[in-house]
DNA sequence: CAAAATCCCGCACAAAAACGCACAAACAGG
DNA sequence: CCTGTTTGTGCGTTTTTGTGCGGGATTTTG
C-alpha cells in the first residue's frame, strides 16, 4: 500500500469517526505503529489532523484547545485595526473576510460609526451585531468548521453580485513575488471572489506574514490597492510593496 | 478513550448543566476520580472551567444563580428539547428557527449524531459548530438585531430551495382558532417560508404560550404535523390540537 | 466534632512516543 | 549496468505520558 493512500485512508477514518486510534489503524492496515505515527504528524503539520497521544482528533475536534499564547500579537493587531478603521466612512458596504485581524477591527469599531458590514465569518459576525449602529448581511451556505467561516458556491455567488465600497481582507501571506497566498482552498476561493468583487481591497497583515507564502495563490499582491501592518508606513520592509504601487498605512 | 476526547466531553457536559461532579463523571466514562480531578484541573488551568471541591462550575455560572423561574422555565424547555432530539436521526437535514427552545435543543444534541443542520439563527449556529458530528450551513441575508437571525427575501428564496426532512419551529403562540401567530413581520415571512418547505414540521412551545395569540398570523395550527410541549401527551390541554389532527409528543 | 467524602502526593506500570539505526526499494545519472 | 542517494519502513531501546492505587491530609456535612 502506498504512503499516499495509506494517508487517504487516515483521514477517511478520522473523518467519518473524527478520531482514530493509532493501535488499531496499525493493525488496520497492517504496518507498524510507527508508521502510521509519523503518517500523523505529516498530516498534523498539514492542518489535516490533531495528533494526541494515542491516536489523532479531527479538525471539529479541536474546540476544546484554543491557544492562550495568542496575546502577543494582540498589540500588533490592534494597531493594524487602527489604521484599518480610519478607512471606514459612515454609510459605506463593507466587506470582511474572517481571521483574528478583522476580528479585532470588528472589536474595535467606534459607537457612533453607520455603516453595513458583509461577512461570512461567524466570529466577526457576533461582534457586529452587538454594534447599535450597524447593519449586518450574512454571506450563507456551509460552514468550515475548520475556519468558521461559509464557504461554498453559494457563498461566492453571493459576493459576486455585491459591489461593497471596501474589503478587509485577513492575509496569511503576502509576497511580491508569489503574490497573497492560502492554504485552504476553499477559504482560497472566497478570498478571490471578494477580491474581483470589491471597489477598494485593503489587505490586513502583521509584518511577521510579510514575504512569506503558503501552498494556493489567491491572486497577484497587487491586486490589494492599500496594505495595512502594524509597522510605520516607512519601513523599509515595505518599501517594495509601495514602489510596486500599494498603498502602506 | 482519548485525553482529549474526554476532556471535550466533559466540557460538554459542563455547558449543559454548569456544573459536573468528578464522582458521576467518572462512573460516566468509566475512568479513576483521580482521572477525572486531573482533567478538570487542566481545564482549569486553561481557564475553560471552575475547579471546586468535588467537580467543577461552568464559566459562566459563576456569577450569581438564576433567578428561580428562569431556572424553571429552563428545565421545560431541556424536556422539549429531549422530546424534539428523539425525532432526529442519522443522515437527516434539519431546519431550526430561532428562540431559545431551540437553541436548548442545539446544546443537548448528543455527540455521535451526525446531521446536517440549517439555520439563520445565529446563537443555535454557535452551538452547531462545536457539535463534531454536524454539519452546519447558514441560511445568509440581513440580520435582524432584535431576533439575531437572518432575515429578508434572501433568506426566504434559500429557505424555498431547500426540502429539509426536519423543521424544528419556536413558538410564541399557538391557538386552534388563531393558529400559529407572532409579533414581528420579518420572522412571520420566514417562518411561513420554513413551514412551507418542509416534509414535516415541529412546533416546539411551553405549555404557557398554548391558547395564546400574537398580532401576526403566520398560519393555520393544523400546519404543523406535531407539537411538543413540556406536559405528558395526554393532558387535556393538548386534547383540542391532538383531536384537530395534530401529533402531539 | 466526628464521619464521610474529597483531595493531594508519591509510586508503579503499561501504553505510546521518540530516537537511532538498519535495510530495502525506488531513483538518478553517469 | 553499476553506484551513490533518497525515501519509506521496521525494530530495539530509552523517555515520556496517561492512568490507577494506597494512604494520609483536608474539606464538607450533619
Known amino acids: 500500500m502506498l504512503k499516499k493512500e495509506r494517508q487517504a485512508y487516515i483521514l477517511h477514518q478520522l473523518n467519518l469517526h473524527n478520531k482514530v486510534l493509532s493501535s488499531s489503524l496499525s493493525t488496520d492496515i497492517n504496518v507498524s505503529e510507527d508508521t502510521i505515527r509519523r503518517d500523523l504528524m505529516e498530516l498534523a503539520a498539514e492542518?489535516?489532523?490533531?495528533?494526541?497521544?494515542?491516536?489523532?482528533?479531527?479538525?471539529?475536534?479541536?474546540?476544546?484547545?484554543?491557544?492562550?499564547?495568542?496575546?502577543?500579537?494582540?498589540?500588533?493587531?490592534?494597531?493594524?485595526?487602527?489604521?484599518?478603521?480610519?478607512?471606514?466612512?459612515?454609510?459605506?458596504?463593507?466587506?470582511?473576510s474572517g481571521g483574528t485581524t478583522v476580528l479585532e477591527m470588528a472589536r474595535m469599531l467606534p459607537h457612533q460609526l453607520k455603516a453595513t458590514f458583509i461577512s461570512g465569518s461567524i466570529a466577526a459576525i457576533l461582534e457586529y451585531i452587538n454594534?447599535?449602529?450597524?447593519?449586518?448581511?450574512?454571506?450563507?451556505?456551509?460552514?468550515?468548521?475548520?475556519?468558521?467561516?461559509?464557504?461554498?458556491?453559494?457563498?461566492?455567488?453571493?459576493i459576486r453580485q455585491m459591489k461593497p465600497d471596501l474589503c478587509f481582507?485577513?492575509?496569511?501571506?503576502?509576497?511580491?513575488?508569489?503574490?497573497?497566498?492560502?492554504?485552504?482552498?476553499?477559504?482560497?476561493?472566497?478570498?478571490?471572489?471578494?477580491?474581483?468583487?470589491?471597489?477598494?481591497?485593503?489587505?490586513?497583515?502583521?509584518?511577521?506574514?510579510?514575504?512569506?507564502?503558503?501552498?494556493?495563490?489567491?491572486?497577484?499582491?497587487?491586486?490589494?490597492d492599500t496594505l495595512i501592518t502594524e509597522l510605520p508606513a516607512d519601513d523599509p520592509l515595505l518599501k517594495p510593496y509601495s514602489d510596486a504601487g500599494i498603498k502602506i498605512l
Chains 1, 2 share one sequence.
Open 131 to 158: 454594534h447599535p449602529n450597524i447593519e449586518v448581511i450574512i454571506i450563507g451556505d456551509k460552514i468550515s468548521k475548520s475556519s468558521k467561516i461559509t464557504v461554498g458556491s453559494e457563498a461566492i455567488a453571493k
Open 47 to 96: 492542518g489535516k489532523a490533531i495528533k494526541v497521544h494515542g491516536g489523532a482528533l479531527s479538525h471539529s475536534f479541536s474546540k476544546v484547545d484554543l491557544p492562550a499564547n495568542e496575546v502577543y500579537s494582540l498589540n500588533q493587531k490592534r494597531r493594524i485595526a487602527q489604521k484599518a478603521i480610519s478607512l471606514i466612512s459612515n454609510g459605506m458596504f463593507v466587506l470582511t
Open 169 to 224: 481582507l485577513g492575509t496569511n501571506a503576502i509576497d511580491l513575488k508569489h503574490g497573497i497566498t492560502d492554504s485552504d482552498w476553499e477559504v482560497v476561493q472566497l478570498k478571490r471572489a471578494m477580491i474581483e468583487s470589491s471597489q477598494r481591497v485593503i489587505g490586513l497583515s502583521i509584518a511577521e506574514k510579510i514575504n512569506t507564502f503558503q501552498p494556493i495563490r489567491i491572486c497577484e499582491a497587487t491586486k490589494i
